[in-house]
């Protein structure tokens, strides 16, 4: 780490292995979709009726009210403020990659790590794309070591605790990633066979790599 921010090196990859994609996830969506930003202001805006409501009970003065009401901003901005920033930091300190061979995850603000997939022990891929054309690549691995579902947070599929399946997060251009990595993943003949489609809609082994989307 640096006085900035974890600055990743480049790949080093083996003879024969070449890079068909690298990007991070956009802080913007991690702070929406995954530190959850409407349902903290809206769990604000829920306690500011609440206070109103009391006071018109209480027979309190309207301006009085609305004055403590009103005091909610301060802890709303503070806690804006925090999830904003670990937005920012997973962010700038993730870097998702796939070559012709595997899927790479690294990711770590403190302590950095890296997970590496080859293409043979993904058995399934799905994508999902929301409205502001980012999207979710959850990976449905086979894999002997188990996967922690806490270590790998928030690279997972939500509430996959027992199969956990890493996931690509709040990625840019989700549609055309998938596209890439369903032609990777159906350009290795010894990999299975997964299927590409909308989360978390899953289809029978064996059909044919495709990709669909959802708003």
């Known amino acids: 780490m640096s ?16 890079l068909v994609w ?26 500011f009726i609440g206070r109103l409501g009391y006071g018109a009970l209480a027979h309190q003065p309207w301006t ?15 806690v804006l403020a925090l999830l904003a920033g670990l937005a920012l930091l997973y962010s ?31 058995a399934q891929a799905a994508v999902k794309q929301y409205g502001d054309g980012t999207g979710e690549l959850p990976l449905a691995v086979t894999s002997e070591r188990r996967l922690a579902f806490l270590l790998l947070w928030p690279h997972v599929r939500p509430w996959r605790v027992t199969q956990v399946e890493p996931m690509l997060r709040c990625v840019p251009e989700a549609e055309r990633v998938a596209t890439l990595l369903a032609s990777a993943l159906k350009a290795v003949p010894q990999a299975p066979e997964p299927v590409v489609n909308a989360m978390p809609a899953s289809r029978p082994a064996g059909l044919s790599v495709s990709v669909a989307t959802a708003a």
């Open 92 to 122: 700038r300190t993730t870097r998702y990659s796939f070559t012709n061979r595997r899927v790479l995850l690294q990711f770590g603000a403190v302590l950095p790590m890296t997970l590496n997939i080859p293409f043979t022990q993904i």
């Open 22 to 47: 690298q990007g991070r996830p956009s802080a913007r969506a991690l702070l929406i979709r995954v530190f959850h930003l409407r349902l903290v202001i809206g769990y604000f805006a829920l306690l």
């Open 64 to 78: 009085e009210t609305l004055a403590i009401a009103s005091r909610l901003w301060i802890p709303l901005v503070l």
């Open 3 to 18: 006085t900035r921010l974890r600055q990743f090196e480049d790949l080093h990859l083996p003879e024969g292995e070449s």
